[in-house]
């Protein structure tokens, strides 16, 4: 079965430190990789996305993703965060033979950046 | 360019009462789409259009949800009658194309919050 897993349901992180959010696929063909980000009231925005190349994907807002094929993990970084960066942040997965385009989004995670 | 609009931001209903949500989507996009995300789960997919025809609705309640998009441009989702489990955000997306190539991204609008008391 599908499934895309984020561990993390709520993170906290001081402003200025870095970021890692876990995303883990469980997929029977090769997969498409998005990280979306939804503030309060606002609809969801893509952050990146993989298809094929080079596996570190470089994202809006300083953020970038790397694609791990043997760990079946596509893990979300920022060096460092801003008050800004306080949202939610939702890994989806599609499959790339999918010519409808259905990808199934992960439950999320909840960040908070503290002073 | 002007983004996926969608109205009302905010309802409240009974259960067994009906609601309707809009969406307008990105001028040209054929795609449409309506997400149902309940509170502390990833945006789940209801119903897809490829212009005014549904390609995917395999998860849509059709017993209580109904949806349209006549002409190939805006949408209605319909709920009738509702049930307290409906609580929920419901979001409209829209891209130009079916497909997940990078020209197709999807773009979502600010969702509808329903509460079902």
């Known amino acids: 079965a599908q499934s895309v897993t984020q561990p993390d349901i709520h993170i906290t992180v001081s402003e200025g430190a870095s970021l890692e959010l876990r995303c883990n696929y469980s997929y029977g063909a090769t997969p498409y990789l998005f990280w979306y980000v939804q503030s309060p009231g606002q609809g969801l925005q893509l952050l990146l996305k993989y298809f094929s190349g080079d596996t570190l994907v470089q994202g809006i807002k300083g953020f970038e993703a790397e694609f791990k094929r043997s760990q079946s993990s596509f893990n979300l970084r920022k060096p460092s965060v801003h008050w800004s960066d306080a949202a939610e942040y939702f890994c989806a997965v599609g499959r790339a033979t999918d010519s409808w385009g259905k990808f199934q989004f992960g439950a999320g995670t909840q960040v908070v950046v503290t002073p | 360019e002007a983004g996926v609009a969608q109205s009302p931001r905010y309802k409240i209903i009974e259960k067994r009462q009906s609601v309707a949500f809009w969406c307008n989507p990105i001028?040209?996009?054929?795609?449409l789409y309506w997400y149902q995300q309940i509170l502390g789960q990833g945006p789940k997919l209801l119903i897809q259009?490829?212009?005014?025809?549904?390609?995917?609705d395999s998860q849509l309640p059709k017993d209580r949800f109904s949806a349209e998009r006549l002409k190939g441009v805006d949408s209605t989702l319909k709920i009738q009658p509702a049930k307290l489990e409906d609580s929920a955000v419901y979001l409209c997306?829209?891209?130009?194309?079916?497909?997940?190539?990078?020209?197709?991204?999807?773009?979502f609008g600010p969702g509808t919050r329903l509460t079902v008391l």
């Open positions: 001028s040209g996009h054929a795609t």
């Open positions: 259009f490829q212009n005014n025809g549904v390609v995917d």
């Open positions: 997306a829209s891209s130009s194309g079916p497909g997940l190539e990078r020209y197709n991204e999807q773009f």
